[in-house]
């Protein structure tokens, strides 16, 4: 299972710009979280921050017991860097071996294996002998994923894994993420601006806004927030106190409020997205279990909405487990309150399929898609 990660007070300046001040949150066990905020907030920082790569000014990181603020205890951790950070000089495969010949003593023989079982996880086999410079951006990325996992981390850290990669690719890592939780129960944490990673990946979600922490909990608490930073950020709205370069100040908000008539409140918040489930053949996510205890247990300390939002999707899968054409058992489903979101997903690829056979194609690539943890077969080492 991976580890929890409690930050605690955490600040970290550069001379006089004070990037985030007194960050605190835990990182549940073996779950999946994802950190928000407009470009320059800090992000990165903060992901740095918590492998020990930036010293804070003050607070503690405690993984596992052990502060890695004052110690360099990294091994734990696997670093997805935002623009793969590959050696320039090396071809993939001896990027991707890298720290596995560095911190482990392994034959020559035992490092091949893993390092070409990460490569096809990730769509890269057969690409061994190609150097960074060779490849797009895309591959850059995936290959920075492989050398990740290598030495099979408990906790690992993504730095805008959508960055530089189109919306197919994009929702295809977001599943090869799932799908590694399912397989190795790690503990992820993942920063970006991405709405759609927001809405479907995270169990936790979380959002930096001008130095602070705004928010940190379950999915449905930010999702279903009136916060009107919060708000703004995740529809993607211009009116609101996010501006293009910083803050608005309150006369620039006044004059928005007076142009939208109204009109703004009208929009609402779209309806929450069904979390993404791992592949058809792989278990279901440990983390989902824990999740559900942890989250059921603070239920009455949660704002009106996120109450609302969740036991939503609690009676939404008690329904489906009463179908008897579901195939599942009431007391197989109670247990894993999102069991409901891989019964849809499993109904839409069966009837895509379905449709493709009374129409005569090659069911092949929908086959290949669906292979648990893989990268489609039809993209060789893929394009971006």
Known sequence: MGIEVVVEGLTKSFGHHVVWRDVSLSLPPGEVSVMLGPS?????????????????????????????????????????????????????????????????????AEIRQIVHAKMEMVGLSGEDSKYPGEISGGMRKRAGLARALVLDPQIILCDEPDSGLDPVRTAYLSQLLIDLNAEIDATILIVTHDIQIARTVPDNLGMLFRGNLVMFGPREVLLTSENPVITQFVNGRRFGP???????????????????????????????????????????????????????AMLPSLPAAAQQAILSEVGAAGQASADPEGGRTQAQAEPDAWNLAREQESAQFQAGEDTAVQAGEDTSVLEEQDEPGRWPRDWPGGAG
């Open 40 to 108: 320059g907030t800090g992000k990165t920082v903060f992901l740095k921050s918590l492998v020990g790569l930036i010293k804070p000014d003050r607070g503690r990181v405690l993984v596992d017991g052990i502060d890695t603020v004052h110690c360099s205890e990294r091994q734990l951790f696997g670093v997805m860097f935002q623009d793969g950070a590959l050696f320039g000089s090396l071809n993939l495969y001896d990027n991707i071996a890298f720290p596995l010949r560095e911190h482990t003593k392994l034959t020559e």
């Open 242 to 296: 996010i501006g293009m370069s910083e803050e608005k100040d309150e006369a620039t908000l006044a004059q928005e409020r007076a142009l939208e008539n109204g009109d703004a409140d009208d929009l609402g918040t779209p309806a929450l997205m069904p979390q993404l489930v791992p592949s058809p053949g792989l278990p279901e996510r440990l983390a989902v279990q824990r999740r559900m205890d942890r989250v059921m």
